[in-house]
């Protein structure tokens, strides 16, 4: 079957890991090369197949329960940032943490922090349960509101004066609009745009991307909040889009003769991941 669909096959260059994702992963191979073991809180990024490539080379992944019965060892706090229960925790169990919280996320911390140091109500726009939320909540002595939609708050209830901040990867016309909003309904809306522009940029330069092939496969793992919303950016954009985990998912019926394929991902889905699925399209 070699060479007869003749597939184009371009990979998108601004898909792929963000900084933050490189900085916490350059950290841990670091370690893992010279030691050859070190565990890490939680999935250093929500890639079944990047994990399992760093495991492979030692790293352990360890939940926040296993954390309580771990001692006198080095352990990874990942892009995503920590409450400061987990650093207490650390103290207290002689761990060395290799803290790769993305400069980003440590930034918005420290802000939040402080805007809870002077009383200020605070809200987050942001997913229910997620890692970084978490850490940010911690800041406030977990007093801050989480909301993932407006529809959340009563907004007839709420203080007069209240202190906006969102995870750092929200869409950024989401934020806004729950800015005008509130406003709208009289609320005095201290506003903070968190938001990382190098996620969510993507946004716009996917849907770019997207209308310029016949089909496009978005490679990401399940897990990822980002993978899901970048998806649907693309399915939106371009209805020939396909969501793969993996090369060994795609089915080469998807595609007709001499088809132009863009390949993109989440801002966790690795860059050889993505050569693999490029590789293999061009096997059809």
Same mark, same amino acid.
């Given at each position: 079957? *070699?060479?007869?669909?003749?597939?184009? &096959?371009?990979? =998108?260059?601004?898909?792929? +890991?963000? +900084?933050?994702?490189?900085?916490?992963?350059?950290?841990?191979?670091?370690?893992?090369? @010279?030691?050859?073991?070190?565990?890490?809180?939680?999935?250093?990024?929500?890639? !079944?197949?990047?994990?399992?490539?760093?495991?492979?080379?030692?790293?352990?992944? &360890?939940?926040?329960? !296993?954390?309580?019965?771990?001692? =006198?060892?080095? %352990?990874?706090?990942? *892009?995503?940032?920590?409450?400061?229960?987990?650093? @207490?925790?650390?103290?207290?169990?002689? /761990?060395?943490? /290799? =803290?790769?919280?993305?400069? #980003?996320?440590?930034?918005?911390?420290?802000? %939040?922090?402080?805007?809870?140091?002077?009383?200020?109500?605070?809200?987050?726009?942001?997913?229910?349960?997620? *890692?970084? #939320?978490?850490?940010?909540?911690?800041?406030?002595? !977990? @007093?801050? &509101?989480?909301?993932? !939609?407006?529809?959340?708050? @009563?907004?007839?209830?709420?203080?007069?004066?209240?202190?906006?901040?969102?995870?750092?990867?929200?869409?950024?016309?989401?934020?806004?609009?729950?800015?005008?909003?509130?406003?709208?309904?009289?609320?005095? &809306?201290? $506003?903070?745009?968190? /938001?990382?522009?190098? %996620?969510?940029?993507?946004?716009?330069?996917?849907?770019? $991307?997207?209308?310029?092939?016949?089909?496009?496969? $978005?490679?990401?793992?399940?897990?990822?909040?980002?993978?899901?919303?970048?998806?649907?950016?693309?399915?939106?954009?371009?209805?020939?889009?396909?969501? #793969?985990?993996?090369?060994?998912? /795609?089915?080469?019926?998807? +595609?007709?003769?001499?088809?132009?394929?863009?390949?993109?991902?989440?801002?966790?889905?690795?860059?050889?991941?993505?050569?693999? %699925?490029?590789?293999?399209?061009?096997?059809?």
């Amino acid at each position: 079957m *070699a060479d007869k669909l003749n597939l184009s &096959v371009d990979i =998108d260059p601004g898909s792929g +890991f963000c +900084f933050g994702v490189v900085y916490a992963i350059e950290m841990a191979e670091d370690i893992l090369d @010279e030691e050859g073991h070190l565990y890490c809180l939680g999935d250093i990024v929500h890639n !079944d197949q990047e994990v399992k490539r760093l495991e492979d080379k030692g790293l352990q992944i &360890v939940s926040h329960d !296993d954390l309580e019965r771990i001692h =006198d060892a080095k %352990v990874l706090i990942r *892009a995503h940032g920590e409450h400061p229960s987990t650093y @207490e925790l650390a103290l207290k169990n002689n /761990i060395e943490l /290799i =803290d790769a919280s993305c400069p #980003v996320v440590l930034k918005l911390q420290n802000r %939040v922090k402080n805007s809870h140091d002077e009383g200020r109500p605070i809200y987050i726009y942001g997913k229910h349960g997620h *890692a970084e #939320v978490k850490g940010l909540v911690g800041q406030t002595n !977990d @007093e801050a &509101v989480v909301f993932q !939609d407006i529809s959340e708050l @009563e907004i007839d209830k709420l203080p007069s004066e209240i202190t906006l901040y969102s995870q750092t990867t929200k869409r950024t016309d989401n934020l806004y609009n729950i800015r005008e909003t509130l406003e709208s309904y009289g609320v005095n &809306v201290s $506003f903070n745009d968190t /938001i990382c522009r190098q %996620v969510s940029n993507r946004d716009k330069d996917l849907r770019f $991307f997207a209308a310029k092939y016949k089909r496009i496969i $978005f490679v990401s793992g399940t897990k990822s909040s980002n993978g899901k919303v970048l998806y649907n950016v693309c399915k939106e954009t371009n209805p020939n889009t396909y969501f #793969v985990t993996s090369k060994s998912e /795609i089915e080469s019926d998807w +595609f007709n003769k001499n088809d132009t394929i863009g390949i993109c991902g989440a801002t966790s889905t690795p860059m050889w991941l993505m050569e693999e %699925v490029k590789d293999q399209l061009l096997t059809y």
